[in-house]
């Protein structure tokens, strides 16, 4: 679930920024100045660019946790022991700094 809260934290303000984005291209679209024209192309290109990189890391998300979750149902003793060993790891890890 904590995969979701961070996506959660990035997709909210992301949204919001495309919503500002697009309200500032609606606004400005009687502006016909070369510099606003081509200010309003970077934007729209920058906003599409932006929505492409989300959807390639959500596929990419998604993928992995799919192919994780097919490693644990068919290993699920191997799984078990390699997260009892984090674990492990982390905590001596952890007491060390301490």
Known sequence: MKTHT???EFAEPAENLVE???ELLSVTAHVAEEKVVEARRRLVAAIEKGKDAWRS???TAVKGAKVTD???REHPYHSLGIAF???ILLGVLA???D
Do not use: E, H, L
Request: without cysteine; proline residues 0%; positive net charge.
């Open 6 to 8: 961070v996506a959660s």
């Open 57 to 59: 890391v959500q596929a």
């Open 95 to 97: 007491r060390r700094r």
């Open 70 to 72: 097919r490693a644990i």
């Open 20 to 22: 500002d984005a697009q």
């Open 85 to 87: 060993g984090v674990g």
